[in-house]
């Protein structure tokens, strides 16, 4: 059971690493893409250039956009929030269980209690470890839930990308210090901070039109 705790912990910890390090680097059909440089074409002004294509490539820090992000703030507090009830519940469970345990054993060897209350303890004991797998359930839900949430911002990131860049660039690559697929870049084709404003301010106002929870 302690497994399931660790295991959680690492899952809470790195759903949000493979969201930020995905948002940019997956395909519409969800595959991972090769990213490659666009050649940039001359504008012959005889309007024989495709339209809509700039040529420009545009990048994102990561690291920024996970720090800054008020959805992301939101979603790790309620999720850690969720985590710390689930935590505490399962390990007063496994306390009382073992003691329980334990007591049944010492009873049963020194041959202090009767048959029908080493049966009432052992029921009680069943229902322990049921109590403990639902807990465990409640734990994988949380862990799809966030898996869920992640797929959902990758979605509304990339769908504001595509509005955001539309005939102004062509590439929109995304960077962070733990993994730096981009070592140098141009700071005015950085779009980090106008892209966190403006979610940010689209996450407000779609908080605020929300029913408040009682």
Do not use: C, H, W
Request: charged residues 30%; hydrophobic residues 35%; proline residues 2%.
């Amino acid at each position: 059971m302690k497994q399931v705790l660790i295991g959680l912990n690492v899952l809470l910890a790195a759903a949000v690493i493979y969201l930020f390090v995905k948002v940019n680097g997956m395909g519409e059909n969800g595959k991972e893409k090769e990213t490659a440089l666009p050649k940039v074409s001359e504008s012959k002004g005889d309007g024989g250039d495709k339209p809509g294509v700039t040529g420009k490539i545009a990048f994102i820090n990561i690291d920024s956009l996970n720090e800054k992000s008020m959805y992301i703030k939101d979603l790790m507090k309620e999720l850690n929030g969720r985590k710390t009830v689930l935590e505490g519940s399962f390990q007063s469970l496994q306390t009382t269980y073992q003691t329980k345990m334990q007591e049944l054993q010492e009873s049963y060897k020194a041959g202090i209690a009767s048959e029908a209350q080493l049966k009432a303890e052992a029921q009680k004991i069943r229902q322990m470890e049921n109590d403990m797998a639902n807990k465990q359930v409640q734990m994988d839900n949380l862990v799809n839930e966030i898996s869920e949430k992640n797929a959902k911002f990758q979605d509304d990131v990339r769908a504001f990308l595509k509005e955001y860049t539309k005939d102004k660039y062509d590439y929109v690559l995304s960077y962070s210090t733990a993994i730096p697929s981009l070592l140098v870049g141009n700071e005015q084709f950085d779009l980090t901070t106008d892209v966190i404003k403006q979610l940010n301010e689209r996450y407000a106002e779609t908080k605020a039109s929300k029913p408040s929870k009682k």
